[in-house]
């Protein structure tokens, strides 16, 4: 698998992304984690993966979608 590096400021933002869904459920706050850090390895080893979306951004950007 390829490697990829998480940004200190990443990293924070799952954390605060974690925090919140485990307000109401631990393990759907750690699954979903876990299926968002898992999506990187995708990601590293597919960039081109996703979708254009032309109503937000330029064509510099692609969406993906890990969860709801």
Known sequence: M???LVTPEARADLFTIWEYIAEDNLDAADKII???EES???LA???GIG???DDLLDR???FWNVYS
């Open 40 to 42: 990187f390895g995708k």
């Open 60 to 62: 510099r950007y692609k």
């Open 45 to 47: 080893h597919m960039p």
């Open 51 to 53: 979708r254009w979306r």
């Open 34 to 36: 876990d299926q968002i």
């Open 2 to 4: 390829k490697k990829f």
